[in-house]
T-cell receptor, first 116, second 111 residues
C-alpha cells in the first residue's frame, strides 16, 4: 500500500506556456499532499502544503500565482506552473500522507520539467 | 537557517566498507524518517523512528534516533554498489506537521 503516482514523469514545454502536473494517491486517501522542487544533487525544497478542499499553504518565496495548486479530492492534487520560463526547469515531486496524525510521507516518482 | 544538518554531503567509498550518515538538529522531532532516492525518481521511505533511543535495522542498514530526539544516524555495513544513491533524513517537529529535510548525502559505492 501507500502508492503515490505522479504524471507526467517528464515534460518539455515552450516558454510562456502552462504545464499541469498530477499527483494521485492510488490506494489511500490523502488529506494532505506536499509539493517539492529539487535541483540536481540537492535536497527537496518544500513549495507548498495542499489540503483537500482548502487553499494551499505556500512556503516563503514561492509565488502562489505562478505555481497554482488544486487539491479537489482526497486522492488528487495538481500543480500548474503558469507562464513557464527556463528558470522553472526543475524536478518537481509530490508526496502524500495517509492521515493527519502520521508524519510518514510517500512520494511520487517526480516530474522532470524542461522549459525551452 | 537549516534546522536539520546532515553530514557528510558527499561520500565515496569502496565496496565492503562501512559508513555512517548523521542528522543533527537543535530542535526536538516527534518523528524522523530516512529516505533513499535514485536519480530521476522520487524518494523511497526506508524507516521511521519515533522513540528516543530507538534502533531499527533493515538488513545491512541500522538507524538510530537520539535519546533527546534531536539527532539520528544511518549506519551501513559492508556497503555494496547497489547502495549508491541520495540518502535523505526528514523530521517533523509536530505530529502531522510538515517534514523538514536535511541537505542529503550523496553516496557512491565503487566495486
Amino acid at each position: 500500500g501507500a502508492v503515490v503516482s505522479q504524471h507526467p514523469s517528464w515534460v518539455i514545454c515552450k516558454s510562456g506556456t502552462s504545464v499541469k502536473i498530477e499527483c494521485r494517491s492510488l490506494d489511500f486517501q490523502a488529506t494532505t499532499m506536499f509539493w517539492y522542487r529539487q535541483f540536481p544533487k540537492q535536497s527537496l525544497m518544500l513549495m507548498a502544503t495542499s489540503n483537500e478542499g482548502s487553499k494551499a499553504t505556500y512556503e516563503q518565496g514561492v509565488e502562489k500565482d505562478k505555481f497554482l495548486i488544486n487539491h479537489a479530492s482526497l486522492t488528487l492534487s495538481t500543480l500548474t506552473v503558469t507562464s513557464a520560463h527556463p528558470e522553472d526547469s526543475s524536478f518537481y515531486i509530490c508526496s502524500a500522507r495517509r492521515d493527519s496524525e502520521n508524519t510518514e510521507a510517500f512520494f511520487g516518482q517526480g516530474t522532470r520539467l524542461t522549459v525551452v | 537557517t537549516q534546522l536539520l544538518e546532515q553530514s557528510p554531503q558527499f561520500l565515496s567509498i569502496q565496496e565492503g566498507e562501512n559508513l555512517t550518515v548523521y542528522c543533527n538538529s537543535s530542535s526536538v522531532f516527534s518523528s524522523l524518517q530516512w529516505y533513499r532516492q535514485e536519480p530521476g525518481e522520487g524518494p523511497v521511505l526506508l524507516v521511521t523512528v519515533v522513540t528516543g533511543g530507538e534502533v531499527k535495522k533493515l538488513k545491512r542498514l541500522t538507524f538510530q534516533f537520539g535519546d533527546a530526539r534531536k539527532d539520528s544516524s544511518l549506519h551501513i555495513t559492508a556497503a555494496q554498489p547497489g547502495d549508491t544513491g541520495l540518502y535523505l533524513c526528514a523530521g517533523a517537529i509536530n505530529q502531522g506537521g510538515k517534514l523538514i529535510f536535511g541537505q542529503g548525502t550523496e553516496l557512491s559505492v565503487k566495486p
